[in-house]
């Protein structure tokens, strides 16, 4: 299969851990191009200032890129979901059987009902009202690196930025 093919045969879960383990080995990859940039601009120190920013270009524009090489090549070994062929179990010519004696469910004692001394911090955990903001906040967490990552490596690269 080929990359498009295998992209768009993912599952959401599938993708979002494609998505989880580039972050990861970006990290890596991301510092070993960062610290390699960087011993290349002290080792050309001497030369002219267009060479030194053009390797920062380079440096720049191989760390934008970086995490789609990583997902291309982590892509072939993400495994595939493949759905499992339904069981069909023919019931119609089973017969029904009834319990004999019928289940009496008014015999049954309930307990004394026991009131219980609230512990103060459960009681004030109870009454904060969770919002859930940050269960919202974390879900558009990784569409933020995907997005922000790239243009922040393309506003270095320009020079609009540090």
């Known amino acids: 299969m080929n990359f ?5 045969a993912m599952t959401g879960q599938q993708s979002w851990e494609l998505l989880a383990w580039t972050m990861c080995y ?3 990859a991301g510092t070993v191009v960062a610290l390699a940039g960087a011993l ?12 030194r920013y053009a390797i920062s270009l380079g440096v720049f ?8 090489g990583i997902a291309f ?9 493949i759905a499992p062929t339904p069981i069909v179990i023919d019931l119609a010519g089973t017969p029904i059987t009834m319990s004999p004696e019928p289940i009496e469910l ?4 309930i307990p004394e009902a026991r009131t219980l001394e609230a512990v103060p911090l459960i009681v004030a955990l109870a009454r904060r009202q969770n919002d859930g903001a940050m269960e919202r906040a974390i879900e558009f967490l990784p569409w933020l690196w995907l997005v922000g990552t790239p243009l922040t490596f393309l506003l270095l690269a320009t020079g609009l930025i540090g």
């Not at 290349?40 to 060479?51: E, H, M, T």
């Open 4 to 8: 498009i093919t295998n992209i768009l």
């Open 26 to 28: 970006f990290l890596a």
């Open 40 to 51: 290349l601009r002290y080792l050309c120190k001497r030369l002219g200032p267009s060479v």
């Open 61 to 68: 524009a191989t760390l934008a890129l970086l995490p789609f």
């Open 73 to 81: 090549w982590l892509l072939p070994s993400m495994p595939v979901a």
């Open 106 to 109: 008014l015999n049954i004692t």
